[in-house]
């Protein structure tokens, strides 16, 4: 309803029908739009909903999890990680152990096999764990991702080193932790700028 001017007097119950019947008028026209929009694109949403479907059909291949090749050295993992971070509390409570345990075997069960761990996480704590987990897993079924580079997190202030020697030294430990003598993806939690790239890497060779 258009009205560009009008006339005379208007009553109370007069504006008040006026704008009753308006807002029906417009609720109406709304309806009618929603209608009109639904129609057109119900298809198109089935259309999507279908491929998505599909999609998670043909990537999860009856529900496991996807498996895919990480870097060009022939490492294959499951698509979807485990961060096992929060098992030990670190913006949380920690779980009891054999609650963490549990977590880490549920999730190799519905197909998850990389799990990340740290040794700055408890310190420590957080490889124990994930070590006494992956004694019930088999271990050349699953792959274990660490990281080096955090001597200490302070409020306002995280302490790194990324000399070689600290390198060997956290990695020695992490693998006596864990209880495994080899890991599968070691990395720089966090890099050292006084420390050129090349030299914290060739600590790994």
Known sequence: MNITKIKGNISK???????????????????ITIKQIISHTKGKLLHL????????KRDTKMGQVPRVKLGSHGLEVSKLGFGCMGLTGVYND????EVGISIIKYAFNKGITLFDTSNSYGPHTN???????????PRDKIQIATKFGIVKMESNNVIVNGRPEYVRSCCEGSLQRLGVDYIDLYYQHRIDTTVPIEDTVSATD
């Open 127 to 137: 490889e124990l764990l994930v070590g006494k987990a992956i004694k019930e897993i």
């Open 49 to 56: 909903r279908s491929r998505i479907v599909g999609i998670l």
């Open 13 to 31: 119950s007069s504006i008040f029908v006026f704008l009753s019947q308006s807002q029906v008028s417009m609720n109406w026209q709304l309806k």
């Open 94 to 97: 920690p779980v009891p152990e």
